[in-house]
Structures are given as C-alpha cells and as structure tokens.
C-alpha cells in the first residue's frame, strides 16, 4: 500500500509562524500580493480590487473571471489549490447586481482571496463553472444553482441539489422570494408529497447500465477481473 | 445477452420497445430540458450479469442522518455511488437575513448538532470581524475552552456511530458515557446540554460560574483513561483493522482539489489545520500537534481523530491553567447587553439594554469571512452587511458538505459493507450539510 | 345545547350488554401491559433531537428499562414512530411512507418543538408539525427536550397504551389520505396550524 508524502502547509509562505489578526482596519489594510499580480496580468477585467476587515477582495468581469481563476489556480508564484467556496449574494437594494463569490486559499503560501463577479439581474444570470479546475466546485455550484438560479456553464450536471428536483416555488435565496414561500402551507405539503422520491430517478441513474461502456477502460478491466481494493 | 438495470420502481417507464433501458431527458422545473443526448452506441456484452441499482436511505441506521445513497452494484461491488441530500434543508440562510445578529445565533448551535458550541464561536467571531470589534483575553479563553470541548463530544459521537456501523456496540456507550460529563459541564455553564447558544456579538452569554473550573479539570484527569480504554479495545484489533485499513483511499492531490478539509484531508497527508494555518482565539499560543495521516484511508481517519481527541485534552489543560481574570463581555453599551443589575438600575444601561434587544447591534456596511476548524474541516460563517441590524447574506461554509460531494470517488470499486464504513469516516452531519 | 337538564348529562348510560366482561378486561390488561412495557421505537432522527434520543438510549437514563432499547430502524418492526428533528418538505413523503409501512398497532412520538410544530423554522423548507402529515400521539416539547422530558413523554404514551380497549373497534383504524392530493385532513386545517400563532410575529421583531 502506497504511503503518500506529507503536504506542509505553507512551505512557499514567508514570514515565519501565523498570528492571529488583531485591531484589523475596517479599510485599508494590506492587500494580498496575488490581488497585485492579478490586475497587472488581467488589466481591465479586473475592475476593483478592495481590502474589507484585513480580506482582500477582488472584482473581475463575469467573462474573464474563469480564466483569472484558472491563472490563479496554475500559476507557480499564485498556486490557488484550495476551492473554499462558491456562493451568491444578492442585495436588498433592487438595481444593485447579484455578485457570484468565490473563496480560494492557497494552502503553499497561506493565502486567501475572495473573487467576486457581478451579474446583472436583467439578463440571465449565467457564469463559467469552475468545475474543471476545482471538483469542490461539484456541489457547491449546484447549490448555488439551486437557491439563485445562477446557471454555471460547463458544469457537468446541474440539478437542484437542497430543495426536491421538481421545486416548482422558485429560487429560494432571491430577495424576491418570500420567506415562507410564495404557495399556501398546504398547497406546499400537497406538492411535497406528490414528489413520489424513489419513481423519479435522475437521469443520470437511468442510464447507468447503459453508461458502463463510457466507464474508463482501466476501471472495467479492474471490475472485470474481479478485481477488489483494500486486500 | 444485453445488459439490465434492475430498477425498483419507475414512474416513467425508461425503458424502449425491446425493454432495454434508454436514456430519458431530464425536464427541469422550468419546462426546458437540460442536457440533450444521443442515443446509446450497441454494446457488446463484455460484462456476465447484471448491475443492480440500489438504494440506501434516506431513512436508514448507518447514514448518520437522512442521505440517500443510489448504488449501481456489480454483484457486492460497487461501480458507481450517486449521493442525494436535501433532505434536512431548512432554510437557513435565508432565515439569517431575517434575524438579528444575536438571534442568528440560536439557529448556528443547530447547524451542525454535534458542534454546537463550535458553531456559536465561529459565528460569533465572524460577526466580531464584521463590526471591528476586539474581544477581552478571558473570553477568547474561554471560547478555546468550548471549541475544544465541542470537538471532543463531536469526536465522541463519530466514534460511537462509527463503531456501532462496524459493529462494535460497546464504544457507543462509553463514549456517550463521557458526553453526559460534558453535558452536565455546559449545562452547568451557559444552562443547556445540546443548543447551547453560548456566545453573543462581544462576548458570552454568561461566565463560567465558580466551582466550574475544578469540574473541567476534573475532567480532564478522567478522559484519557477512557480514551485509553477505547484504544486498547479498537485500534490494533484484527477485526478493526481488516474493516478499516485500504478503504475510501483519497490522495492528497485529490484531497485537495475536492476541496476536503479537517481530518479528512489530514488522513491524506496534507497538514492544514486552521487552527495552525490562519489562527484565531490566539491559537498559535497553545502548544499542540496536529496528527497527520499517510495512508488516506479510513483506518488513518480513525487515528487522526483519536489523536486529536487527545491534543484537544492538552489544549484544555493550558486553557484552564491559563484562564485570565477580568470581564468576559466588551465593554461596548450598544452592541452588548449591560450587566443585569446596572440594567435594571441606571436609566442608560436600560435604555442601552432596549435598543439592543429591540433594534439589534448594527455593524458598518462591509463582509466578513473568519474560518475555524470545526471537528469536521474549516467552517466559517461568510456574512455581508448593509449597515442594518440583519445581514444581507448569511452564508455558512459547510465542511461536512464539501467532504460527502467526494464519496462516489471513494467509494467505487469497494464492496457494499465498506461504502457503510466509508460513509461513517467522512464524519457527516446532515444539519450542516443541508442547513 | 338548550335548558336540558344537568342530570342528564352526568347519567352514564349503563347497558348491561355493552359491558365488559371480566375475561376481556384481563386480556385488555394483559395486551396492554404486554404492548405498553416492550414499546419497539423506529427512531426517525433527522437532527439535534436524535442526538438526544441517542443519549437517552444510552448508559445514563437507558431506554432499556422501558423495554425501547432494541431500535427498530426496519419500519415492520416497529411499534412506535419516535420522530425525532425537524421535517422539510423533501421528507415529507418519506416519513408518510415510513408511517404506512409500519403495521398496526403503531403509535407516534413528535420530539421536539421543530417535529410538534416546525419549531423555529417557520419558513418555505419545513413541515410545519408532522400531524399534517401523519396522526401524532404524545408531542414532547423542548429544543431538544431533555432526556427526562422524552421519558416522560414515553410514559405518557404507556399510559395511552394501557387504556385502550379492544371492544373500541376505532383505535386501530388507519386513517386513509385523501387520494388526490395525499393529505389527510383539509387543507383549511393545515393552513391554520401552519400560521405564526398569537404575537410571535411581533416578538421576532421582524415583522416577518
């Protein structure tokens, strides 16, 4: 059985041992060296780079911001390996656009950036998925698909992932949604228990049988042969 | 001989006129369909038998709580996992944005159940970020103090689940046995065993009383002759070991890019612990370790846990030796309450006691993201404020969630009792995976 | 109503025929006890109040001594529903079908405020008290309730077990959902149960 090596945390970092912040400015404290590296290599697709309570925000074009990613995740002097989160915020104030937020850590040099992309609510609201450069992004980005309504482009498979696949209320984080819902309490149970679970397999079940081809070769080999692991 | 899927029940039969199951496209909740798809090519049969499709839960005793896992078994092995949750989403984050910052945290401590006081802390400390606000020394001890409990009764329910799921009852009820010590401590302290809701915005809810310190240490004179107990009876038994040892293995690459965190992704080999990492509650001046695995699998998961069980005790220890005299609250009238008797005797401290409970505690217009290793990875409560007292979003990072979305990885090419097995070393909690 | 006559209310109607013999009585006692003292739970734990179920199965206020310590997660087996944590609307239709696996006779325990009633969720996600879904015995309050309060809700349910009469040909009825749209009791009810009760509205000082 193979013994993997140990991943130090922070053997690129300098600056010794980590502290805990104190007396953090609400603006205008150091900005993370990546948010510099980004604006020169991304220029105007990054359009403000702001530092709120010692995290440095950084505000890229919805168009750019897979790229910018992809950069932060590949290059040597960034190496963005940890995918913290995706997730969504949606203001109270009706013109202003939903931001799409991503929260990344690079584990090597101890870093955190939080990317923010703003959406207009017009239009459709639609962004890459970051899916092939994070699988963290799996779920997360169907979450965020699933309360808002934020369709992730590239995604391999996005459903509804928290409320049942037929959820006819709407997206529930929208400030537009109400808090208990838009149809009567019972009208809810009524939809809620005719959601028949175990009838309704997603299409991804149904075509498993048929999906064994599309397996990779060396997995159908290995079940094969009856190969098992653990032995 | 063509292939089948033997399905249990189906609403739409799926299946074309020579009964071989065909692809169906998925209609989404809007009318449109979501992905459009060929046709399957002609297989050659190169495979004797038939998969079956199996499904566990969401009611069931080894999912630790309501998640419904789809098998596509080959014989006992399993060829693909497909992982459904939702079944304990409760709203919320959206509740959050209707609640003021003190309020929020009732609904934390019942996230992830098993953590409550935890989750009390790390909102606590999000907040704290979000309105700039410094805390006094007793309390970030104190708040040490509760972390570190709360992992090891987390720990505790993991390990009684875990073995109950591999068979062995008897762990269950030592380790329940110390949780009700530890009840009985909180209770004794904040006045409940499970939803504490022990901090508020500035400080604690209450102080610890006096008396109080002698039963933590009471306490952590006994605990490790339990955990000693514990380990005698599992960590080098034949059973044990043969059950736990090669399974669900996750190199650190894909611990990584999974983006598994805690002791999942220290099983693998990868030394991230917030606690070491981006520090918090002056972490970085306790003298502790962090247990790292080199296997990735759950026989390592186990001895990550354990071990951390018994740093936290060394942790404790320098926390009570350490524990400062002075106020636990801040000393800051309209974002904390006033204690009771200037409350109920000075005409400001009553005023000042109106407006936060009334109106609630507004931070600046700005967000905050603090991160801390809860026992299941980095948890952290992301909140943006608009300079009202509920906040616009209230986001919780679930770790439990990130680390369940890589079972299908784990699990495949294993047989049907280690998907038991590997569920259990993942440390779910489904509260916090759905909130 | 009208001027009738208190008497005639407090007479109790005394058919000799209607009585119970002293064979059934002892039989009725014998079942009872038989039923009440060796409950089968099927806990249905979904959050925090699980944890605490768990903990009363445990070592310090042991369920065994009430006969509940053999847990019966298959629903056939099962005697008593214990649900235990909040219900969403994505489980809803599981814990229906939970409830009309398990055979008569079967009783149910909602533990906790967020089971009883939706607890603090009072919005879009959560079942707003599982008896709009499914006919409920003992509802233990508390969040979550203490291990003592769940014991003595299952002794409030022995009580009810011990009282039943088999000559009652009702008690065991199940109760048919309405086949269309899956509820058992009008939708006017369950809107009413679901409403934010009395100043709770006011005391969350949202508004909302």
Same mark, same amino acid.
């Given at each position: 059985?193979?013994?993997?090596?140990?991943?130090?945390?922070?053997?690129?970092?300098?600056?010794? #041992?980590?502290?805990?912040?104190?007396?953090?400015?609400?603006?205008?404290?150091?900005?993370?060296?990546?948010?510099?590296?980004?604006?020169?290599?991304?220029?105007?697709?990054?359009?403000?780079?702001?530092?709120?309570?010692?995290?440095?925000?950084?505000?890229?074009?919805?168009?750019?911001?897979?790229?910018?990613?992809?950069?932060?995740?590949?290059?040597?002097? #960034?190496?963005?390996?940890?995918?913290?989160?995706? =997730?969504?915020?949606?203001?109270?104030?009706?013109?202003?656009?939903?931001?799409?937020?991503?929260?990344?850590?690079?584990?090597?040099?101890?870093?955190?950036?939080?990317?923010?992309?703003?959406?207009?609510?017009?239009?459709?609201?639609?962004?890459?998925?970051?899916?092939?450069?994070?699988?963290?992004?799996?779920?997360?980005?169907?979450?965020?698909?699933?309360?808002?309504?934020?369709?992730?482009?590239?995604?391999?498979?996005?459903?509804?992932?928290?409320?049942?696949?037929?959820?006819?209320?709407?997206?529930?984080?929208?400030?537009?949604?109400?808090?208990?819902?838009?149809?009567?309490?019972?009208? #809810?149970?009524?939809?809620?228990?005719?959601?028949?679970?175990?009838?309704?397999?997603?299409?991804?079940?149904? =075509?498993?049988?048929?999906?064994?081809?599309?397996?990779?070769?060396?997995?159908?080999?290995?079940?094969?042969?009856?190969?098992?692991?653990?032995? | 001989?063509?292939?089948?899927?033997?399905?249990?029940?189906?609403?739409?039969?799926?299946?074309?006129?020579?009964?071989?199951?065909?692809?169906?496209?998925?209609?989404?909740?809007?009318?449109?369909?979501?992905?459009?798809?060929?046709? /399957?090519?002609?297989?050659?049969?190169?495979?004797?038998?038939?998969?079956?499709?199996?499904?566990?839960?969401?009611?069931?005793?080894?999912?630790?709580?309501?998640?419904?896992?789809?098998?596509?078994?080959?014989?006992?092995?399993?060829?693909?996992?497909?992982?459904?949750?939702?079944?304990?989403?409760?709203?919320?984050?959206?509740?959050?944005?209707?609640?003021?910052?003190?309020?929020?945290?009732?609904?934390?401590?019942?996230?992830?159940?098993?953590?409550?006081?935890?989750?009390?802390?790390?909102?606590?400390?999000?907040?704290?970020?979000?309105?700039?606000?410094?805390?006094?020394?007793?309390?970030?001890?104190?708040?040490?103090?509760?972390?570190?409990?709360? !992992?090891?009764?987390?720990?505790?329910?993991?390990?009684?689940?875990?073995?109950?799921?591999?068979?062995?009852?008897? /762990?269950?009820?030592?380790?329940?046995?110390?949780?009700?010590?530890?009840? !009985?401590?909180?209770?004794?302290?904040?006045?409940?065993?499970?939803?504490?809701?022990?901090? %508020?915005?500035?400080?604690?809810?209450?102080?610890?009383?006096?008396?109080?310190?002698?039963?933590?240490?009471?306490?952590? !004179?006994?605990?490790?002759?339990?955990?000693?107990?514990?380990?005698?009876?599992?960590?080098?038994?034949?059973?044990?070991?043969?059950?736990?040892?090669?399974?669900?293995?996750?190199?650190?690459?894909?611990?990584?890019?999974?983006?598994?965190?805690?002791?999942?992704?220290?099983?693998?080999?990868?030394?991230?612990?917030?606690?070491? &990492?981006?520090?918090?509650?002056?972490?970085?001046?306790?003298?502790?370790?962090?247990?790292?695995?080199?296997?990735?699998?759950?026989?390592?998961?186990?001895?990550?846990?354990?071990?951390?069980?018994?740093?936290?005790?060394?942790?404790?220890?320098?926390?009570?030796?350490?524990?400062?005299?002075?106020?636990?609250?801040?000393?800051?009238?309209?974002?904390?309450?006033?204690?009771?008797?200037?409350?109920?005797?000075?005409?400001?401290?009553?005023?000042?006691?109106?407006?936060?409970?009334?109106?609630?505690? %507004?931070?600046?217009?700005?967000?905050?993201?603090?991160?801390?290793?809860? /026992?299941?990875?980095?948890?952290?409560?992301?909140?943006?404020? &608009?300079?009202?007292?509920?906040?616009? %979003?209230?986001?919780?990072?679930? /770790?439990?969630?990130?680390?369940?979305?890589?079972?299908?990885?784990?699990?495949?090419?294993?047989?049907?009792?280690?998907?038991?097995?590997?569920?259990?070393?993942?440390?779910?909690?489904?509260?916090?995976?759905?909130? | 109503?009208?001027? +009738?006559?208190?008497?005639?209310?407090? +007479?109790?109607?005394?058919?000799?025929?209607?009585?119970?013999?002293?064979?059934?009585?002892? @039989?009725?006692?014998?079942?009872?006890?038989?039923?009440?003292?060796?409950?089968?739970?099927?806990?249905?734990? +979904?959050?925090? $109040?699980?944890?605490?179920?768990?903990?009363?199965?445990?070592?310090?206020?042991?369920?065994?001594?009430?006969?509940?310590?053999?847990?019966?997660?298959?629903?056939?087996?099962?005697?008593?529903?214990? $649900?235990?944590?909040?219900?969403?609307?994505?489980?809803?239709?599981?814990?229906?079908?939970?409830?009309?696996?398990?055979?008569?006779?079967?009783?149910?325990?909602?533990?906790?405020?967020?089971?009883?009633?939706?607890?603090?969720?009072?919005?879009?996600?959560?079942?707003?008290?599982?008896? +709009?879904?499914?006919?409920?015995?003992?509802?233990?309050?508390? $969040?979550?309730?203490?291990?003592?309060? @769940?014991?003595?809700?299952?002794?409030?349910?022995?009580?009810?077990?011990?009282?039943?009469?088999?000559?009652?040909?009702?008690?065991?009825?199940?109760?048919?959902?309405?086949?269309?749209?899956?509820?058992?009791?009008?939708?006017?009810?369950?809107?009413?149960?679901?409403?934010?009760?009395?100043?709770?509205?006011?005391?969350?000082?949202?508004?909302?």
């Amino acid at each position: 059985m193979t013994r993997f090596e140990v991943v130090r945390t922070g053997a690129s970092a300098s600056g010794g #041992q980590p502290a805990t912040q104190k007396n953090i400015p609400h603006r205008g404290a150091e900005a993370n060296p990546s948010a510099k590296a980004l604006q020169e290599k991304f220029r105007t697709a990054v359009t403000r780079v702001e530092v709120i309570w010692g995290e440095t925000v950084a505000y890229i074009d919805p168009t750019a911001v897979h790229e910018a990613i992809r950069w932060l995740h590949d290059d040597p002097s #960034q190496r963005y390996d940890f995918l913290s989160d995706v =997730t969504a915020v949606e203001y109270r104030d009706a013109g202003v656009p939903i931001e799409v937020v991503w929260h990344l850590r690079s584990l090597p040099y101890r870093r955190f950036l939080r990317i923010k992309s703003q959406l207009e609510k017009g239009a459709p609201l639609e962004i890459d998925s970051v899916y092939d450069i994070y699988r963290a992004a799996d779920w997360l980005e169907r979450e965020c698909y699933d309360m808002f309504g934020i369709r992730f482009t590239g995604h391999p498979d996005l459903r509804r992932l928290l409320m049942w696949e037929s959820y006819k209320e709407g997206y529930p984080l929208r400030k537009d949604f109400p808090l208990r819902g838009r149809f009567s309490r019972s009208e #809810q149970l009524r939809q809620a228990l005719a959601q028949n679970p175990e009838a309704r397999y997603s299409m991804e079940e149904l =075509t498993i049988a048929d999906a064994f081809a599309e397996l990779p070769q060396d997995m159908r080999e290995r079940l094969n042969t009856g190969e098992r692991t653990g032995e | 001989m063509s292939k089948r899927t033997i399905e249990v029940e189906l609403s739409t039969s799926g299946l074309d006129a020579q009964g071989r199951a065909q692809r169906v496209p998925l209609v989404t909740n809007d009318g449109g369909t979501a992905v459009a798809i060929e046709p /399957p090519p002609a297989l050659e049969p190169d495979i004797e038998g038939e998969h079956m499709l199996i499904n566990i839960g969401p009611q069931h005793p080894a999912t630790h709580g309501v998640l419904r896992l789809v098998l596509e078994l080959d014989g006992e092995t399993v060829v693909r996992c497909i992982p459904h949750i939702g079944y304990l989403h409760c709203g919320f984050e959206k509740i959050g944005e209707y609640r003021q910052y003190n309020q929020i945290i009732c609904w934390t401590d019942r996230e992830d159940y098993l953590n409550s006081i935890g989750n009390n802390v790390t909102f606590a400390l999000g907040a704290e970020r979000l309105f700039g606000i410094e805390i006094t020394e007793r309390c970030k001890v104190l708040r040490v103090i509760a972390c570190e409990l709360s !992992r090891i009764m987390s720990h505790l329910v993991w390990l009684g689940t875990f073995c109950i799921d591999i068979g062995a009852f008897t /762990p269950f009820l030592w380790a329940f046995q110390r949780r009700e010590e530890i009840y !009985r401590l909180i209770e004794k302290w904040v006045g409940a065993r499970l939803t504490t809701s022990a901090t %508020r915005v500035g400080g604690m809810a209450a102080d610890v009383p006096s008396g109080w310190m002698d039963g933590l240490r009471q306490f952590i !004179r006994t605990f490790p002759h339990t955990m000693d107990e514990i380990d005698r009876v599992l960590t080098k038994n034949a059973i044990w070991v043969g059950r736990t040892v090669g399974l669900g293995v996750m190199t650190p690459e894909e611990a990584i890019n999974y983006g598994l965190s805690g002791p999942m992704l220290r099983a693998s080999g990868v030394d991230y612990d917030v606690r070491k &990492d981006f520090p918090y509650l002056d972490y970085e001046t306790y003298d502790f370790d962090v247990p790292v695995g080199t296997n990735g699998d759950v026989y390592d998961r186990y001895l990550v846990r354990f071990e951390e069980m018994r740093q936290s005790v060394r942790i404790l220890q320098q926390a009570a030796d350490r524990l400062p005299d002075g106020p636990v609250n801040i000393d800051d009238p309209r974002i904390i309450l006033p204690p009771k008797s200037k409350a109920t005797s000075e005409m400001e401290s009553m005023i000042h006691h109106f407006k936060v409970v009334m109106e609630g505690p %507004r931070p600046p217009i700005g967000e905050s993201y603090v991160a801390n290793e809860s /026992p299941k990875g980095e948890k952290g409560s992301y909140m943006v404020s &608009d300079g009202t007292a509920k906040p616009v %979003r209230w986001r919780i990072r679930p /770790p439990s969630f990130v680390n369940l979305a890589a079972i299908p990885k784990m699990v495949e090419g294993h047989l049907l009792s280690d998907v038991i097995a590997i569920n259990a070393s993942i440390d779910i909690v489904m509260g916090e995976i759905d909130r | 109503m009208g001027l +009738t006559s208190s008497a005639e209310h407090r +007479t109790v109607s005394y058919a000799p025929e209607s009585q119970e013999g002293w064979v059934a009585t002892r @039989l009725d006692f014998l079942v009872n006890w038989g039923r009440a003292n060796s409950l089968w739970p099927m806990p249905f734990g +979904t959050a925090c $109040c699980a944890i605490e179920f768990m903990a009363t199965a445990a070592s310090d206020f042991d369920l065994a001594r009430f006969g509940m310590e053999r847990m019966s997660y298959s629903p056939r087996q099962a005697d008593v529903l214990i $649900c235990a944590g909040r219900v969403p609307f994505k489980l809803a239709p599981i814990i229906r079908r939970i409830w009309e696996q398990m055979p008569q006779p079967k009783w149910c325990i909602s533990m906790g405020a967020c089971a009883s009633t939706g607890g603090m969720f009072d919005n879009y996600a959560v079942v707003q008290g599982i008896d +709009t879904i499914i006919p409920v015995d003992v509802y233990v309050p508390g $969040c979550p309730p203490r291990p003592e309060g @769940l014991i003595y809700g299952i002794r409030m349910l022995q009580e009810k077990v011990k009282n039943e009469r088999m000559s009652d040909g009702r008690t065991r009825d199940e109760i048919e959902p309405d086949p269309s749209s899956q509820l058992y009791i009008p939708p006017s009810v369950i809107d009413e149960l679901g409403e934010p009760f009395g100043n709770s509205v006011n005391q969350t000082r949202s508004g909302l």
